[in-house]
């Protein structure tokens, strides 16, 4: 069985492309070594991390994000059983959106907007969203 969690973050820190280039290379390395996968989104020092892996693994990781000074958790958005990964050849892949809300990363924020504005939906609802969140995701990187 594999874990997914999905949560928003804010920096602390300014973070330009270098700093947020070097995250993701020690995030998809620490991602590789640990069999997590998933995601992070940025736009106006907001952050969308999905990540999914087994559940311990996950838990420990989550921990160190929790405690990384660069950014502060603000929500778990949702934490989900998976039959199977959604996202296996994302060690961690990155979007990042321009102020076009037509393009990809636009689509994602939009997308992810309107997930957490219903949060009060059922559990059942709720996972069943998520993962339609997160296919389109993976629909409109592969478009």
Known sequence: MITGLVYLSEATTFFDELDLNCLLINAANTNQKHSITGFLYFKNSQFVQYIEGPANTLDELFLKIKSDKRHRVKMVIDQIELDSRLFPEWSMAYFASPDDSESFGGQI???????????????????????????????LNHA
């Open 109 to 139: 924020f939009l997308n992810m907007t309107r997930f957490i504005s219903d949060y009060d939906m059922t559990q059942g609802a709720k996972k069943n969203a998520l993962i339609n969140l997160l296919g389109t995701v993976k629909q």
